[in-house]
């Protein structure tokens, strides 16, 4: 259990680190670009999150594995075909249900990969919370983490 809660502390720090460097380059392009239109604006925000998000869940997925296949503390069950192997795929695609909080149901986390599933939706919950403010500061024309303008 230690060995996930570890885990969890590194992948949280590691993908929140990259999401604000994310923002906070946004927001500062944003205050560059006084005289960018705020459709312009409002499409660069969310490609940049949309890209931040995709790449946190990938980190996930690669924490997942390791947690798996490297350490051995838990498994990835489900609707994987019998006697075919998960795949690196699969892992993704988990991981991006998990972070989004969609939670299908089809894969499930089992030994101590269960505590990192829940460290990743309680996290993606509020990356994806911080996200939508973002998103409405630089829709009325802000650029929230901004030192620059």
């Known amino acids: 259990m230690i060995q996930a809660m570890l885990l969890s502390v590194l992948v949280v720090s590691i993908c929140t680190a990259i999401h604000y460097l994310v923002l906070k380059r946004v ?10 239109a705020h459709g312009q604006n409002l499409g660069l925000a969310v490609g940049a999150i949309t890209i931040a998000h995709v790449i946190e869940a990938f980190i996930y997925t690669l924490f997942f594995l390791w947690a798996v296949q490297g350490l051995q503390i838990g498994a ?11 795949t690196m795929m699969d892992y993704f695609y988990f991981s991006l249900v998990n ?9 499930t986390p089992v030994g101590h990969l269960r505590f990192i599933t829940g460290i990743e939706a309680f996290h993606g ?3 994806i919370t911080a996200s939508g403010s973002f998103v ?3 829709m009325a024309g802000r650029a ?3 030192d620059k303008g």
Not at 76 to 86: D, F, I, M
Not at 99 to 107: E, K, W
Request: aromatic share 6%.
């Open 27 to 36: 927001s500062d392009t944003i205050a560059q670009r006084k005289s960018a």
């Open 76 to 86: 990835l069950n489900g609707s994987v075909p019998a006697g075919k192997p998960t």
């Open 99 to 107: 972070f989004t909080t969609l939670g299908r149901g089809d894969l």
């Open 125 to 127: 919950f509020l990356m």
């Open 136 to 138: 409405l500061q630089v």
């Open 144 to 146: 929230p983490l901004s």
